[in-house]
Nanobody, 124 residues
Framework: VQLQASGGGFVQPGGSLVLSCASS????????VGWFRQAPGKDREFVAA??????????YYVDSVKGRSTISRDNAKNAVYLRMNSLKPEDTGVYYC????????????????WGQGTQVTVSS
């Protein structure tokens, strides 16, 4: 699966961003899509995921973003979005989207296709 991540930027604490993960070649509804982030010097960590249509589009979030983030699909645009509100400096990092035809995983090894990453910087 070819994935293109976009939507990152520089945001002040408390602000919002919408990250997009799109595919021009594959039908994303057939894939579970996860978002991960990687801060400098740290491992890539799970942020959120949405299951493939075969798994009823269930959503999953890491506790640190739960309640202020929403992952969703727009099948007409063949895209998955991650909206993040009330952003904090600790949300800073490169955000990657990833896809798998299986059920979503919170681990990087659960995905076999990755986008190129988009930088999110939260700072005053």
């Amino acid at each position: 699966v070819q994935l293109q991540a976009s939507g990152g930027g520089f945001v002040q604490p408390g602000g919002s961003l919408v990250l997009s993960c799109a595919s021009s070649r594959n039908t994303l509804s057939a894939y579970s899509v996860g978002w991960f982030r990687q801060a400098p010097g740290k491992d890539r960590e799970f942020v959120a995921a949405i299951a493939a249509i075969n798994f009823n589009d269930r959503t999953y979030y890491v506790d640190s973003v739960k309640g202020r983030s929403t992952i969703s699909r727009d099948n007409a645009k063949n895209a998955v979005y991650l909206r993040m509100n009330s952003l904090k400096p600790e949300d800073t990092g490169v955000y990657y989207c990833a896809a798998t035809p299986a059920a979503p995983s919170t681990g990087v090894l659960g995905y076999n296709s990755w986008g190129q990453g988009t930088q999110v910087t939260v700072s005053s």
